[in-house]
């Protein structure tokens, strides 16, 4: 009698151990990224801004957030995700937006502008350089939306491991794919964004040509000839922190990777990793305002005071993303904790931009999904 | 303990309370209704978070009224016009002054952006067209230029010669329909042919049939590695002393209390090529320096990080039940000379099949939503149909195409699970 009552009550146990193991298991596989939740306003003014995590956010912490706190009395909170618009778009849609401002691409401020979920913002707020340069012509091109104020200016180029790839080094985008000269495992990104570019280039399409071609049938053909050539070595990555681990770990021997990421193993981790430039395809990065936030004064507040030169100065202070401005450009020095010179390590740098593209989110945002299907069909088969 | 005799059945009850008149439907119902009363609690629940939300969700698969409510009059329009050719006058008219209107209320963009999806390319005719069109408008009124049809046909093709064509027109009239299975077409792989219709796509851009295919493949060879090596472990916890099983059911439970990503990564030190398993072999010579074994990125790292991943969902079940064999079963069946291999197959096996059905429904139908650790373990062939589902949901917001796919992978499963109970059948699974 006893023994059948324990044995009941050890397989209840067990099942409840089932569900609510299954319930623990199943939560980060749904859920993708964690929704935190909104951190309570304790009387004292604070906004929450939205970023990427790891050494950028950090670099954006230490550059500008705290001055900004300093001059305002506003607290920032800081939130990573993994970007996207779907969070944005269900926050506005349910009316409780406890997102203030979102760190994001162009092609997905484009978007939420045209969604409505992000605020359009209004040029004056935008401050004159340093200087007294007016911010409309301050701003390299293209760097504003109607809703994104650009802040910088980051960099998908390849590096590999010197130590890992002996003979003579490679230089040019056409020796990424070039398996004879430098045989070895490669690391690109899962996803056709920045591949498609570069495997036209290293067919040796003129820049200026690139987007054009990818628009016909023939020029999308020949991009994904060019990546069937290596992709029976190619390592495929999802975050941006995994090329220098898989550099490192010698599991190969080149990587496509963003150039701060490799700065930051060169620089603060010591790595002998070496960048090529050749080919690299430059994109922007921009703050934009979350529709309806209760907070839009001071989120409006903190868009301004990232627009500074002086702020986006103070983040190329510790990572190597260029400044959105020519007068912030003027103003990178020294690596804050290494005493590093930044400048050779900048995308912007004319001896880095002797050959560079620059990345169309027009023509992304049409072909978007377009472009996904076709790459996970050419991965699957 | 009652003997036999004392026992009382529920129809002793109603014959002594017999006088009571009450109708016997509610005396049967009475007991019930109010034990459902107290299930009620749950069952809202339920309703609220769970199906509510899917049945909503699943319903945008087939339901997409947001296009024909944004542009009212030029879908009623372009209702006159035959599909050949450009279309007439007052369609133009239509769509002219509703994306004027539109795009000055800054709604336009996330109609363009539907159509988007029907015909790729689509957002930047009509968000660029529509800049220009905005600003001919203005020009008109100044001039004082009727803009009629006949006005808004030059100045659109003037603005992009491709609305002089049947194909922006016949996007716009196919992203307009309320109800549609362009959706559930998609998800099988099929696109609109160049004569309107549908056609199987070709093959270089077909990817969703196969990912379901490989979801399946990938799902039932999980479970079936899973039962071969979950099978000895929860034989070994379950007749082992009480103190060591419970060490080993620790161990199971363990990764449990481990993140799923941890778990993952882990596996990725454990087993890439200059990681711990390949410098073991190396150091001990089983294999050469340039003979590494390739055993993450690939189909194979896939097999072994889900396994890790969803065996105690195959072990716990298949413990308890095992737990309830009696030890005399086999002791009996040896006693009667069978061997030991006859004995587990005719005495042991039979027996547990409840928990074998339980663990593998389970560990198959977790396996089907997995989508995380193939991504990162996987390589090139760590893409599941999930990943597509979640992309559709958090990156492209195509919340149609994911409802579809959602639909049909819910459907397949559906499918399995009937299958299972005509053959299996479901009454026979058990948790010991």
Redesign the interface.
Known sequence: MRAAAGRILASGLVVALAVAAMLAGCAPQEGGAELEAPVADSGDRSITVVSWGGSYARACVLGYHESFTAETGIEVNMEDYNGGLAQIRAQVEAGSVHWDVVDLGVSESVTGCDEGVLEVVDPAVLPPGPNGEPAAEDFLPETNTECGVGTLLYSTIYAYNPETLTGPPPTTIRDFFDLERFPGRRGMRRVPDVNLEFALLADGVPNEQVYDLLSTPEGLDRAFRKLDTIKDEVVWWEAGAQPPQLLADGEVVMSTAYNGRIFNAQVLEGQPFEIVWDGQVLDRGQLAVVADTPRREDALRFMSHAARSESMAGVAGYIAYSPARRSGQALIDRQVETGAEMWPHMPTNPENMKSFLMADWEWWSDHKDEMQERFAAWLAR | MRSESEVVTPEDTSTRQQPVARPRWRRALGPRLRAAGLALPLVAFVVVTFAGPMVSLLTKSFHEPEIADALPETMAALRQWDGEGAPPDDVFAATAGEFVAARNE?????T??RV??VV?????VI?GGSRLMVEAAAEAEAAGVTTDGAFWRETMIGIDARWGTPEPWRALRDAGQRFTARHYLKALDFERGPEGGYVRQAE????YV??FW?TLKVSLGVTMLCLVVGYPIAHLIATSPPRRANVLLLLV?LP?WT???VRTTSWIVLL???GVVNDFLVAIGVIGDDGRLAMI?NMTGTFIAMTH?LL??LV??L??VM??IPPAYMSAAASLGATPLQALRRVYWPQTLPGVGAGCL?TFI?AI?????P??VG?????LIS??I??H??????WGLAAALAALLLGGVTALYVVYDRLVGIDRIG??
Request: net charge positive.
């Open positions: 800054r709604t336009l963009g996330r363009a952006n988007n999806r790729s390319g689509m957002r930047s968000m270089e851009w077909r990817i196969p990912l490989r439970l449990f993140s799923l990503l890439q090529n200059q990125y991943v105690p969902f716990l079940p413990y308890s737990r309830s389970l977790l939503g997995y989508y995380i650790t991504a990162l390589g090139q062939s760590g893409q990943n597509m979640a992309y949901v958090q990156t492209s917001l195509n948790l010991g």
